[in-house]
């Protein structure tokens, strides 16, 4: 098992940044990937940004350019620098982790608020 626990977030003004941190613990050899996904109120979960141990990471459109993911040297953490918010990025934000060769993740963070101010 792999226990996620998520940290930053909270109120943000429009056009500010923000950076969320996600630390893994547990069978962290497992992990083959980690990222982010957020659900808005009334919305589906979308993923944000997902990161493999090779470091190849992919963005949704909406947020390219602006969110950037990145991990530290172990693998077992990993940051979500967002940037250029907008009211539209307000969201609870979940880290995610994949078993290696797997299409979906397998485990998940407790989710943490991220609101933006217009």
């Known amino acids: 098992q792999v226990q996620l626990v998520e940290s930053g977030g909270g109120l943000v003004q429009a056009g500010g940044s923000t950076r969320l941190s996600c630390v893994a613990s547990g069978s962290i050899f497992s992990i083959g990937a980690m990222g982010w996904y957020r659900q808005a109120p009334g919305k589906q979960r979308e993923l944000v940004a997902r990161?493999?141990?090779?470091?190849?990471?992919t963005y949704a459109d909406s947020v390219k350019g602006r969110f950037t993911i990145s991990r530290d040297n172990s693998k077992i953490t990993a940051y979500l620098q967002m940037n250029a918010l907008k009211p539209e990025d307000t969201a609870v934000y979940y880290c995610?982790?994949?078993?290696?060769?797997?299409?979906?993740?397998?485990?998940w963070g407790q989710g943490t608020q991220v609101t933006v101010s217009s």
């Open positions: 995610a982790a994949w078993r290696r060769m797997v299409l979906d993740p397998g485990y």
């Open positions: 990161s493999t141990n090779d470091g190849a990471a």
